[in-house]
RNA sequence: GGGUGAUUAGCUCAGUUGGUUAGAGCGCUACCUUGACAUGGUAGAGGUCGGAGGUUCGACUCCUCUAUCACCCACCA
């Protein structure tokens, strides 16, 4: 490997250079227990949110799993023993959908195949596509411990899911009940109530007259959205407040078409202000209906099949459920039972996967009790064993801690965990690890199993633990010993009740402690415009694509740099021209401090010695290095403090500033100058030193953002083995004190600088003429800076300096005024006495401005009284600052005036 | 109906316990291809911080009300 640096940055070669294969067969990532019991080393574990394994990667994962990778490869440069585990999760419904779609094409059914062979194809299809998304995920250059990959179907997390229901059902936690739940008709499986999106529609709200059985020509009129369900209607329902029906309560009424006579209720639930006040009910319909039926002991009607069609014996059966509505409103009308219909906008829900109106379905589930395990996993919440960034999550898990309804759990399909209950013939139900175990319970071999799966969260919750080799008959192991709980959490806010709430129920109570320390809400990404990324808008970005374009190390960069704690971020792949910009400028640096090293050194071996006797502490430091050392470490400072803080744009922002603002704009301007002087080449070769010092530090910093071009610019800082990485490499910490060492004196030369420059733009001074500087600074030790600067301003100004106490003001010059120190840049024949007027008059104008503000609050005796002496101390001197400064600009002003 | 968050320059956003003349990137204007970098440099124009009130010596920052937008939760047919 040669010293320097390839010309130019080509991220495809650094990121095939130290690919996530090089790393893996190093086994740089890899995390071991005996090195937190043994070695010492405090661990850090993250635990990934397993993508499922239809998917593929998308924007929400790169943030996601950068943010993660960020987390991990920080606390491991730490000195932390830091164990990230992946894996995938097997996404009961998405898969199954996938899997039959393509049999579909072949014009094969899942039931055509039957059970088994069906889950054939579906691992033969995991096995085949399910890895893309990791593949994908190693691309972004993320550091798992990828030995530890587990599958949410494999044996271990199996065992463990048979273990838990078992467990959660010997203590009374899970039950089977028959209840209204909501259907999905397409996919033809229960779903829970997380998996219901309410989602407002139009509809027809119908009013129809039902007649009154003993009371010929008289009606009660009810109002419903969904008249097909009519046929099921076993009672009218009336508020017992009510005045306009209270002679009817008691009476009988005929459902049209059906003509079935039932009665007219009394129950609070109804309200009186809408529609009618008059309600249908229909138990097997409607899960308040179905509330209301069990006070009443009313019977249960269903006329709505599993597939969302009718199954009445009215003559609408095998209708669909929103053709039998239209054609029930017809008839109605033809009967004359149709008293009007309206225009409706309500909200209704819809399955989450197949987007169809969901069906309230009378039908026999599995539930998890959820109150019990609730209680706990909302204290940990309160009591901050568990802390959410952003805070403010914290009241919406509360919110639905407190009002949790019980999980349904089971689903019909056949992809996922197989229920672990058997019946025998008369029903009873035993619940066992295997078939053989529940005949020994039941004492007999005349079982059948639930033909049933569970849902897909029902393996997920378990996560924190299936991830560390817990399968609940095995519940102790090393690594469950040295990385439970884990620490850091990383997921997106919409699957706080589907996951994190419920791991922290499972943590609870199956180890009784909680799964985790920290959890990171990452922001939504939207595009543009604002709107969700989603697949049907075509609005979102591939990101493998981003990453050909832009670079890995960009993409990632950005999207940090772009994303604030708790708020969403709005991307656009053009943003990705930031993090290039960069990740160039940060390549181009280093290409230039490389230089000078080999200018400086000759080779690399007599640099190597050098630099590792380095110490910034025994080198006589210049005012600009004195104040880059400075600002490194107030930076270090800010960097760590951030991440405490997990405030993860901010670390991008902090170094960023850095490395562009401070350490290239200035202190490498700086270098330049100094090594193309008369410098010893002891202090030459120190200077060097110190560059590559800090380039060094920033590389570390960035590290953890930035994997592979970091890396890279690492491997030329020394020579070093391709087996050793930056990642293992020690975080530099911040040393405090600089301030009081004067880092902050180079500041006056950069001021100065500024302003020069500011003149020589407005003037339009040619680039290539050298000009004149004249600095008038009435104080000795501000003389002294500027003498012992004067190279640098002369560099960086292109001017000769000449510093006097108080020099003679020159007839054409422009002038500025410095911590009340005179600048005069004299510009015979270029200066215009017009602009210059107007631009001193700005100034005084500014000036002056500022002088009469800081006067009146001065004057203020509330001020003076109240503020703290340090906030008076400061703003006094502020003043005398300006009034100096201001009767300086004054003078300037008159002079050209006259 | 309840809850949460947002509102700062043309655009996208910083502004961490209230105390410098409110900052950056992109875009825009002018100048510059100088031996790290035009995916760059230097200089410049451009906001009074959604609106109204209040607390305070002092408010972009705290409180109240209000407007707009976004998201989450909620069984009124």
């Known amino acids: 490997m040669s010293a320097n640096l390839e010309k130019t940055y080509n991220h495809h070669d650094v990121e095939r250079r130290w690919s996530s294969a090089h790393w893996e067969s190093e086994g740089i990532f890899d995390a071991e227990h005996f090195r937190v019991f043994e070695g010492g080393k405090e661990p850090y574990t993250v635990l990934m949110p397993p993508p499922n394994v239809t998917g593929s990667l998308t924007l929400g994962h790169v943030l996601n799993h950068t943010l993660q990778d ?15 585990l992946p894996g995938t999760d097997h996404a009961g419904i998405a898969t199954q959908t996938v899997v039959e779609k393509k049999l579909r094409e072949k014009g094969v059914s899942r039931h055509d195949l039957g059970r088994k062979e069906f889950l054939e194809h579906v691992w033969k299809w995991r096995d085949e596509y399910g890895g893309l998304i990791l593949k994908q995920l190693r691309k972004l250059g993320i550091s798992c411990d990828w030995r530890r990959n587990l599958f949410t179907m494999d044996e271990g997390a199996s065992k463990a899911v048979r273990h838990a229901f078992i467990t959660l059902y010997r203590d009374g936690l899970i039950y089977r009940g028959k209840r209204i739940i909501n259907w999905c008709p397409v996919s033809q499986t229960a779903l829970s109530d997380e ?38 209607d076993v009672a009218i329902a009336v508020n017992p407040e009510d005045p306009r029906y209270s002679d009817l309560i008691g009476e009988m009424a005929v459902v049209p078409i059906a003509g079935r006579h039932v009665p007219v209720i009394a129950d609070d639930y109804v309200d009186v202000g809408f529609g009618t006040g008059a309600l249908k009910i229909t138990p097997a319909h409607d899960p308040n209906d179905f509330e209301v039926a069990g006070r009443h002991n009313l019977p249960v009607l269903c006329v709505v099949g599993r597939d969302g069609r009718m199954t009445d014996e009215f003559g609408y059966a095998g209708l669909d459920r929103f053709e039998a509505r239209e054609k029930i409103i017809a008839d109605l009308e033809g009967r004359g039972s149709l008293v009007k219909v309206e225009e409706y906008e309500h909200n209704v829900g819809y399955s989450e996967r197949a987007d169809v109106v969901v069906e309230p379905y009378l039908s026999e589930q599995w539930f998890v009790r959820m109150k019990p395990l609730a209680a706990n996993a909302l204290q940990v919440v309160n009591d901050n064993q568990i802390r959410f960034h952003p805070a403010h999550w914290i009241s919406t898990y509360r919110h639905w801690m407190e009002n949790i309804k019980d999980w349904c759990i089971s689903r019909q399909l056949w992809w996922g965990h197989r229920i672990p209950a058997w019946y025998d013939q008369e029903g009873g139900i ?9 005949c020994h319970l039941a004492g007999t071999d005349k079982l059948v199993q639930d033909e049933d799966v569970l849902d897909t969260w029902f393996s997920s919750w378990l996560w924190p633990l299936t991830t560390l080799g817990w399968t609940g008959e095995q519940a102790e192991n090393d690594d469950i010993r040295a990385f439970y709980p884990t620490d850091t959490l990383v997921t997106a806010p919409d699957i706080i009740f589907f996951w994190v709430a419920r791991m922290i129920m499972a943590g609870l109570y199956f180890r009784k402690d909680v799964p985790f320390r920290d959890v990171y809400f990452t922001s939504i990404i939207r595009d543009m415009t604002g709107r969700k990324l989603s697949k049907s808008l075509g609005n979102s970005p591939d990101p493998l694509k981003v990453m050909d374009v832009y670079g890995t190390d960009a993409l990632r960069f950005t999207i940090v740099y772009i994303a604030p704690l708790g708020q969403d971020v709005l991307f656009g792949e053009e943003k990705c021209e930031f993090g290039r910009n960069f990740a160039t400028k940060i390549w181009n640096a280093a290409r230039f401090v490389f230089m000078q090293r080999e200018k400086a050194f000759g080779g690399m071996d007599e640099f190597g010695c050098a630099y590792q006797c380095f110490n910034s502490e025994a080198m006589v430091l210049s005012d600009a290095e004195r104040w880059i050392l400075g600002r490194y470490h107030r930076m270090l400072d800010a960097y760590h403090k951030a991440f405490g803080q997990f405030r993860m ?16 704009d200035w202190y490498l301007e700086t270098l330049k100058i100094e090594l193309a002087g008369e410098s010893s080449e002891t202090r030459k070769h120190q200077a060097v030193c110190l560059a590559v010092y800090l380039l060094e530090g920033v590389l570390k910093m960035l590290h953890p953002v930035m994997p592979f071009i970091t890396e890279e610019i690492w ?12 990642a293992r490499s020690a975080m530099p910490m911040p040393e405090t004190g600089w301030h009081d060492r004067g880092s902050d004196s180079f500041e006056l030369v950069q001021k100065t600088v500024s302003e020069t420059r500011s003149i020589r733009a407005v003037f339009g001074v040619p680039h290539d003429m050298t000009a004149s500087l004249i600095i008038r600074a009435p104080e000795k030790t501000v003389r002294r800076l500027f003498s012992d600067n004067g190279a640098v301003v002369e560099g960086l100004t292109k001017c000769n300096v000449s510093i006097a106490e108080d020099s003679q003001r020159p007839p054409h010059a422009a002038s500025a005024v410095v911590d009340g120190n005179e600048l005069f840049v004299p510009l015979e024949g270029l200066i ?29 005796k509330g001020f003076v009284d109240n503020a703290p002496d340090d906030v008076v101390e400061n703003e006094r001197r502020k003043l005398a600052e300006a009034k100096s400064n201001l009767g300086k600009l004054q003078a300037n002003l008159k002079v050209l005036c006259n």
């Not at 491991?76 to 830091?82: D, Q, T, V, Y």
């Not at 035993?430 to 529940?438: D, I, L, M, R, T």
């Open 70 to 84: 960020i987390f991990i490869r920080y606390q491991r440069m730490s000195g932390k023993e830091a164990l990230w």
């Open 195 to 232: 998996e219901v999106i309410m989602k407002p529609r139009k509809d027809k709200l119908v009013y129809v007259r039902y007649p009154l059985t003993k009371r010929p020509g008289e009606h009660i009129t009810i109002a419903t959205v969904r008249p097909e369900t009519i046929l099921a």
């Open 430 to 438: 035993w619940v066992a690890e295997s078939y053989e175990e529940a």
């Open 649 to 664: 744009n901010d670390i991008t922002r902090i170094v960023y500033d850095f490395f562009r603002g401070d350490y290239c």
């Open 715 to 726: 491997h030329h800082v020394l020579r070093r083995e391709d087996s050793e990485s930056i």
């Open 832 to 860: 215009s006495f017009e602009k210059e007027i107007a631009r001193l008059e700005r100034e005084v104008n500014s000036v002056s401005g500022y002088v009469r503000r800081m006067e009146r609050k001065l004057a203020n």
